[in-house]
């Protein structure tokens, strides 16, 4: 299969269950929504060294968040579900609750596991925390400098699919920089994806395990490294002389196959010469995302 | 169409105790079955509720009352689910110890709205109760949780004694609102004068406020103005009488 020239491998993308939690930040202004949101979502690119996977879905209109200001809704994702909440008190309590304005709220209310978010933040109030039951819903007010930290008591927790993926192989680093941050920026309003690497793009995939250090848990992918492909049993085509990798996590399968199409579709284009994928022979991940049956249309 | 209808068959005539009507489990009876449940009147003594309204309509989970029920008291009483709708307006101890689900009055209330039963320490535990005109004196006496809203005037002593939960009042609150409060909260988006036994703490914008406030806009279509959503709340604590962690919000226009 070629898409404008750029070669489809006959390949799949591995990904696995996690645990996946929306949280929604609302601010009196968006500087200061992007501004919790991006302290947030730091430093949370893999469950590999970060414990948590996370990113901004998308921005949400005043009318759109509960209390009627700007706001946005992110993604958290860890493998666990006992870890899912401890992150979450983790960063909620240290980068929203410290931010000026913000309340934050639960983004998935219908999902029946419920992890407690406020209910432990609370704590932080020292007594003088009050809660109040709103539309069935308990939040908790936490008195601070400012005024109150309003959050929700629970949050809801959904399985959610992390670790699609598909890499770009292009002549040059440019047209790989260009091609992934084409699809980046085509994949980030899609609903129910968050791509949680810088930029949307990841320049070090890996593989499971090492050759050397037995006790790491994962390193270089060296069959797409460029410059090992003298050293190694590299996996790339002829002409390849940088390979950028776009990873994609959501709450469905629907949402990274839907989202995998539209970011493929704008990646190739000139100086790329084909789309691969990252997998593990398909013994680890339970959902395989086969390259040439989302470009022709059909799901995973 | 589902959902049930009680029609008042003619003018009441004389109070009516309606406090079993909507007690307990409802919405899964039929209007024949809900016909059967008990009501007191004061001069004949004991009817059924459909003596006095014809019923109709589906079970849905809903009941609209049409009629002049001013002289019905206790109407939704114990209401632990489902959604209560009056066209116009109510005797007193409407809603009285309502624990769940919604009561939405048109009119006017009398006194007591949401209030415990006498002799009885808790009010209101749960749901949420609208009255889109006037309540008499000591609406939401002894609440313990829930949602208590009167787009007009409140009479005086609302919220006495409330152990938690939320009163708000749209139009001039009577007085000595929210006296011997302990958690409560009688937000005042109009003229209000806390008691003395209230202490002013800062002038804030409540961020559970703005949450409160879009959400019954939305969801009950009242008239929550933006100044309300963005405007400024004096935040008084008390009853310091009491434990000291209820307040009174009043809406300032400064």
């Not at chain 2, 002289?71 to 809603?95: F, K, M, P, T």
Request: glycine share 14%.
């Amino acid at each position: 299969m070629k898409i404008r020239g750029v070669f489809i491998e006959d390949t799949f993308a591995e990904a696995f269950t996690m645990r996946v939690a929306r949280v929604i930040i609302t601010g009196r202004s968006p500087r200061w929504v992007r501004a919790a949101a991006l302290k947030l979502t730091g430093f949370a690119t893999s469950v590999i060294g970060c414990k948590v996977e996370a990113g901004i879905e998308r921005d949400l209109t005043a009318k759109e968040t509960p209390d009627g200001r700007p706001g946005v809704s992110i993604l958290m994702m860890t493998m666990g579900k006992d870890d899912l909440a401890k992150r979450l008190i983790e960063r909620v309590g240290q980068t929203v609750l410290t931010c000026p304005t913000t309340a934050c709220y639960d983004g998935l209310p219908d999902a029946p596991d419920r992890l407690g978010v406020g209910s432990a933040l609370r704590f932080f109030g020292d007594g003088f925390q009050a809660s109040k039951v709103i539309g069935g819903q308990r939040f908790w007010r936490i008195p601070v400098m400012e005024g109150e930290f309003l959050v929700q008591e629970k949050f809801g927790m959904l399985k959610g699919v992390g670790g699609g993926n598909f890499l770009i192989l292009a002549r040059s680093a440019d047209a790989a920089l260009e091609a992934a941050e084409a699809a980046a920026d085509s994949m980030a309003a899609r609903p129910g994806i968050v791509l949680p690497f810088p930029g949307g793009v990841v320049r070090s995939g890996s593989k499971v395990g090492a050759r050397r250090i037995k006790s790491m848990i994962a390193s270089t992918n060296d069959a797409f490294c460029p410059t090992l492909r003298a050293v190694t049993v590299s996996a790339l085509p002829e002409g390849v002389n940088s390979v950028l990798e776009i990873v994609v996590n959501g709450v469905d399968t629907q949402s990274i196959s839907s989202a995998m199409k539209t970011g493929i579709d704008a990646a190739c284009r000139d100086g790329v010469v084909a789309i691969s994928a990252g997998n593990y022979g398909g013994k680890l991940g339970p959902h395989h995302f086969y390259l040439r049956k989302i470009m022709s249309g059909a799901a995973e | 169409m589902s959902g049930l209808v009680a029609k008042l068959k003619e003018p009441l005539g004389q109070r009516a105790d309606l406090s079993e009507v909507l007690a307990g489990s409802w919405t899964s009876l039929s209007a024949r079955e809900l016909s059967d449940r008990p009501v007191y009147l004061e001069r004949d003594g004991d009817a059924r509720l459909g003596d006095l309204f014809q019923l109709d309509g589906s079970p849905g989970g809903t009941i609209r009352f049409v009629g002049e029920l001013d002289q019905a008291d206790r109407l939704g009483a114990g209401l632990v689910e489902g959604e209560v709708i009056v066209e116009g307006s109510v005797g007193r101890e409407a809603g009285l110890a309502l624990a769940g689900g919604r009561l939405d009055i048109g009119g006017d209330a009398g006194p007591r709205t949401g209030a415990a039963p006498l002799g009885f320490k808790r009010g209101m535990t749960g749901g949420e109760l609208i009255v889109r005109g006037s309540a008499g004196a000591e609406a939401g006496a002894a609440m313990r949780r829930g949602l208590l809203v009167i787009l007009h005037a409140a009479g005086d002593r609302t919220g006495l004694g409330m152990i938690a939960g939320t009163v708000v009042v749209f139009g001039p609150v009577g007085a000595e609102a929210g006296l011997w409060s302990k958690r409560g909260s009688v937000v005042a988006l109009g003229r209000i004068t806390p008691p003395p036994t209230y202490s002013y703490a800062c002038t804030c914008q409540p961020a559970y406020l703005r949450l409160l406030l879009t959400r019954l806009r939305a969801g009950y279509g009242l008239p929550v103005r933006p100044r309300h959503l963005t405007g400024f709340y004096r935040r008084y604590s008390g009853d310091m009488a009491e434990l000291g962690k209820g307040e009174i919000l009043e809406w300032t226009a400064k």
